[in-house]
Structure formats: structure tokens, C-alpha cells
């Protein structure tokens, strides 16, 4: 399973960043190969300054060894030798117009002393962090969800939909980090679904990720903006580096994992603001989207 999905997201990081490259039309991708110390190690792709996209990055990685002792508590096991391998890509457009996306899928393997599979799992999803509200981008890309999730299971798009909203909560703000999208972890084995079930599952999602984010993108990438629209997109942005230095289990992953962190970091934007006590002017566009983020919606 670990070759054959390590293979997958080989592939998937070719085909994601050629697609966006065209969308962009201006910058490309930079690639850096890494070797973890401790066993594997990723090829890590990062594009910036371009016509559409600020920056963004496009990262796989294939790591093992020992658990860390971090993650032998948060998992309640002894010792235990692992292997994680996963795809995450976050993508921070310059028109605030178009919104962020973030995207991740994952599978992870732990071993008894004799080299055997003692756990397995997949994990992953995708959502959407919009600056500005537009509701047909928002049901679009959550259509794109459903209909990856139905030819599965009709019951897996509401439940981890809900569980998007529920992971992606900036608790200390009270709002959503964005209008979410899919979020599932541990996903294992069970009676009515194999571990290859899991895996045409999350590559079903994985493949309808360009299909989900481009044509927002192609549709809002020339869109006028003003220097104060700008300046509440990087508002926004500040809330998004909270959410993922406080809240992100895989920045605290990598972080506790000793990943590499330029590819741990990748996902912060480059301009933020951090506004003292700002609030959205009462019924400006702005405002619309801060009551979505405070009361998160059924899209479909």
C-alpha cells in the first residue's frame, strides 16, 4: 500500500503543478529535494511572485524510523517504528478576489518489532479560504467534493464535511478558517471497507482537487481590486498563520517529527497584517464573509 500510494502522489505533484504553472503563466515551480536525518525525506516544490499566484507550494514527502516521543503519546503506544507519506499544497493567490486553498492527503503506517503492520490509515481533504464571498465558487467547489465522495459512499460528504468546519475552527477567534470543503483522518480498515477501498477513495478526492480550485481561479484571477481590498485580504491572511501555528496538526507534526521547515512553513503567505481590534464595516462585503466564517453554511 505505502509504494502504491507513494507512487500516486509522485504523479499527483506533476500533474498539480503543470495545470497550475499554465494557470499562472509566469512564474514556475522551484524544486528542492530533502533527506530527513532520520530516515527519508520529500521533494519539495515552491512557486512565488507570480501574475496569479503569490506564493504557494506543492510538497510531498516519504518519512520514517522510529515514532518520536511526541508522537507516541498522541498515539498511546511505546516505541514503534513508522512510515508517513503524504502530498500538502497551499496556494495564496495575489488577487484577493481569488481565494487560498489548502489541500492534503496522507497515509501512515506503524510496525511491531518484527517489521509487521500493526496500524494503517489514510487521511486528507481540501478546502477553500475566500477574502471575498462568492457564493457560486463556494457551491462549485463543495459540488466538486460531493460528487468525489458519492461514487464511495453517500454518507461520507456530509460527515466529513462537518468535519472540515469542526477542524478548521479558529477557536480563540470563533470563526471558521475558511468555507471549508472534506476532512477526514483515520481512515481504516473495517468490515465494508478495505484499506484498498481507502485508497481509491482518497485518490478519487485527490484527483478532483484541479477540477474543484482552477476554474474558480480562471474566473476571478482578473478581477479589479482596490489597495483597501488588498489590505483585508491580508487581514484575513493573519488569521490563516493562526490557525496553522496554533491549531494545524501537521505543522505540529512535522514540527515534532523534525520535518524540514522551510517545507513545514511553506504555507504561510508572505504579507500579512495583524490590524489592532479591526472589525468589517456593518453590511460591506467584508461583513458578509466574517458572518459565514462565524455561522458556517450548507452549501449544497
Not at 44 to 73: C, D, W, Y
Not at 188 to 212: P, R
Not at 251 to 263: C, P
Not at 283 to 298: A, F, H, I, Q, Y
Request: glycine share 8%; net charge negative; with cysteine.
Amino acid at each position: 500500500m505505502k509504494e502504491q500510494f507513494y507512487t500516486y502522489i509522485q504523479n499527483l505533484q506533476d500533474q498539480i503543478c503543470k495545470e497550475l504553472e499554465t494557470v499562472e503563466g509566469q512564474a514556475k515551480f522551484r524544486e528542492d529535494l530533502w533527506q530527513r536525518p532520520e530516515g527519508g525525506g520529500g521533494r519539495t516544490r515552491v512557486i512565488e511572485n507570480g501574475k496569479v499566484f503569490e506564493k504557494g507550494g506543492v510538497n510531498i514527502s516519504a518519512v520514517h524510523g522510529k515514532l518520536p516521543e511526541a508522537m507516541q503519546k498522541m498515539f498511546n503506544v511505546g516505541e514503534a517504528d513508522f512510515f508517513a507519506c503524504g502530498l500538502s499544497l497551499v496556494l495564496h493567490p495575489k488577487n484577493p478576489m481569488v481565494p487560498t486553498v489548502h489541500a492534503n492527503w496522507r497515509y501512515f503506517e506503524m510496525y511491531d518489532d518484527n517489521g509487521n503492520v500493526i496500524q494503517q490509515w489514510f487521511g486528507g481533504g481540501q478546502d477553500l479560504t475566500p477574502y471575498y464571498l462568492f457564493e457560486e465558487d463556494a457551491i462549485h467547489f463543495h459540488q466538486t467534493c460531493k460528487t468525489a465522495c458519492n461514487k464511495h459512499n453517500p454518507e461520507f460528504y456530509p460527515k466529513y464535511k462537518k468535519q472540515c468546519d469542526a477542524y478548521f475552527w479558529n477557536a480563540h477567534r470563533n470563526e471558521a478558517r475558511g468555507i471549508g470543503g472534506l476532512f477526514f483522518d483515520y481512515c481504516k480498515a473495517t468490515d465494508t471497507m478495505s484499506m484498498q477501498d481507502w485508497y481509491n477513495f482518497v485518490t478519487e478526492v485527490g484527483n478532483s482537487f484541479l477540477q474543484a480550485y482552477v476554474p474558480i481561479v480562471e474566473k476571478r484571477k482578473d478581477l479589479p481590486y482596490t489597495p483597501e481590498q488588498r489590505t483585508w485580504q491580508e487581514i484575513r491572511r493573519g488569521r490563516y498563520v493562526e490557525f496553522n501555528l496554533v491549531h494545524d496538526k501537521g505543522t505540529l507534526f512535522g514540527l515534532k517529527t523534525n520535518g524540514r521547515i522551510e517545507s513545514i512553513l511553506m504555507s504561510l503567505p508572505p504579507h500579512v497584517q495583524w490590524v489592532y481590534d479591526h472589525h468589517a464595516e456593518a453590511g460591506s462585503e467584508e461583513e458578509k464573509l466574517v458572518n459565514v466564517l462565524e455561522n458556517p453554511r450548507d452549501w449544497l
